[in-house]
């Protein structure tokens, strides 16, 4: 049976060679910790950090590496930002297209801390008038924070406009670039970004357990830490030191899944981001057309292929989505995701919850080989519970 792999907004399942030989390598040969020792395997272990930090650098166009914080992964970095940052009674503008690694921290600040949040609401394409988020802003606004790409139907939110709004209102932005770092130029100094959120391991080709965040200075001053240890400098205090990035880097480094994600991100440089769009549009217009094609299918995307991610959705008319997805992989081998993708408000601002969705998400390792077989498998499924 054909293996199709379509879940690349959730994990790339499929790394580059040079990923899986960094890991190994880091594993075998610099299985110590970074920054903990003279000797020559902790001081390779420290150049193999470096290194990552250097080539995020050059893909987000960052100033000054050390603004660049390691974490486990995106949802550690939002968190991190929103505890270390808001205060009782802050309000915090946020959209309504967001992931739960935004929604719950939210909800919880609201409860425990009075925190206010408005939740600007987006269109049934996932579209949002940055003009709404300015409408939004109050004396006591301390953040706006939005998804730049949805992770059910693709959508990329005007960033550069939303950018402006903040610096023109003095009020820190940050952005969720869960589904875009690796895809689109994030030009994290010419946008003027204060946070810029990223994960490793989905298209930045690194490991599960990798990610982090770039800070402006202003955000890097204002955001205290929240997990506090030893960082490898300053050992004689027992306080925090504030330099970057030890400020927020306590404990010791994932050191080979670090090395992963800048294996992951030097692939992403020596392709390029442009090859990349243009490879996987191409796959996003093939599904899109193919799909249309279909009777009892409802497709969910932003309604121009070339203004969101390779994510769409899709329902089937007499299917429940669970079980579609689960027809497709023991079937046909197509490994996609279904239901409610932890984004509940997402789907009530599209209209498909609580049912939810599948979801086909492309990846640079897709070819349209993938995508003729999968809208192939589709037609079969839509028709079988159609007749």
């Known amino acids: 049976m054909k293996k199709c792999y379509l879940d690349n907004a959730s994990t790339t399942q499929t790394k580059p060679a040079s990923v899986y030989q960094a890991v190994n390598d880091t594993m075998q040969h610099n299985g110590c910790s970074p920054s903990r020792g003279g000797y020559g395997c902790a001081i ?119 950018a402006e709004i903040s610096r023109r209102n003095k009020v820190l932005l940050m952005a969720d670039c869960a589904q875009t770092a690796g895809y689109c130029d994030l030009d994290f100094q010419n946008l003027g970004l204060d946070i810029l959120a990223f994960t490793g391991h989905k298209a930045l080709y690194g490991p599960p357990g990798t990610g982090g965040m770039i800070l402006s200075e202003r955000a ?99 299917l429940d989505m669970g079980e579609a997805s689960i027809l497709l992989d023991e079937r046909y081998g197509i490994m996609t995701r279904s239901g409610i993708h932890c984004a509940p408000i997402s789907h009530q601002t599209i209209g498909t919850f609580p049912l939810g969705t599948i979801r086909l998400s492309i990846g640079y390792f897709n070819t349209p080989a993938d995508i003729s077989y999968t809208v192939q498998a589709i037609t079969e499924l839509a028709k079988e519970y159609n007749k």
């Open 220 to 318: 890097a001053r204002e955001i205290k830490p929240v997990i506090q240890g030893g960082t490898g400098s300053s050992s004689a205090s027992q306080l925090q030191p504030e330099m970057m990035p030890e400020k927020f880097e306590s404990g010791t480094h994932n050191t080979p899944g670090i090395a992963g994600l800048g294996a992951g991100v030097k692939f992403v440089l020596d392709i390029g981001l442009e090859n990349i769009r243009r490879h996987e549009q191409a796959l996003l217009e093939q599904l899109v057309a193919g799909l249309r094609e279909i009777p009892f299918v409802t497709i969910y995307y932003s309604g121009n292929t070339e203004k969101q991610v390779p994510t769409i959705s899709i329902t089937i008319e007499n």
């Open 44 to 162: 390779e272990a420290g150049r193999k950090i470096l290194d990552a930090r250097s080539a995020l650098a050059r893909l987000f166009n960052v100033a000054d590496s050390r603004y660049i914080v390691f974490t486990p992964g995106i949802t550690w970095s939002i968190n991190m930002v929103l505890l270390g940052l808001l205060k009782e009674g802050d309000h915090v503008i946020t959209t309504s297209m967001e992931h739960n690694a935004v929604t719950r921290p939210l909800r919880c600040l609201e409860q425990e801390k009075q925190i206010e949040v408005s939740w600007v609401k987006a269109n049934a394409l996932g579209q949002i008038d940055p003009g709404q988020i300015e409408q939004e802003i109050r004396a006591k606004t301390r953040l706006i924070l939005v998804n730049h790409a949805s992770n059910i139907i693709g959508t990329i939110l005007p960033l550069a406009e939303i």
